[in-house]
């Protein structure tokens, strides 16, 4: 079992930055898939982005060049660092960890506010 903590969100202007950080409390947390994701209101939730247990990483075309995603494994911690914010972004944005590519887990969320 996996638990993930998602903290970070918040309000901020147009053109401002976030850090959001997701913690997970698991003993192999270098073997997890890692992936970021957002919902707007009524919708579904969208993958933002997605780092491996190797560090390789994707990023969604709509937040390429403005969002980055990195791990610390030393830490078990996930960042998602969110620049050039614009009210578009505004969403509760979730984590997801993948074990053995077969469990999934999810974080409660964080709310992420840009006002124009």
């Known amino acids: 079992q996996v638990q993930l903590a998602e903290s970070g969100g918040g309000l901020v202007q147009t053109g401002g930055f976030l850090r959001l950080d997701c913690t997970a409390s698991?003993?192999?947390?270098?073997?997890?898939?890692m992936h970021w994701y957002r919902q707007f209101p009524g919708k579904q939730r969208d993958l933002v982005a997605s780092i491996t247990s190797g560090g390789n990483t994707f990023v969604a075309n709509s937040v390429k060049g403005r969002f980055t995603i990195s791990r610390e494994n030393a830490k078990n911690t996930v960042y998602l660092q969110m620049n050039s914010l614009k009210p578009e972004d505004t969403a509760v944005y979730f984590c997801?960890?993948?074990?053995?590519?077969?469990?999934?887990?999810w974080g409660q969320g964080t709310q992420v506010t840009v006002s124009s």
């Open positions: 698991v003993s192999d947390f270098s073997t997890l898939v």
């Open positions: 997801k960890a993948v074990e053995r590519g077969i469990w999934e887990y």
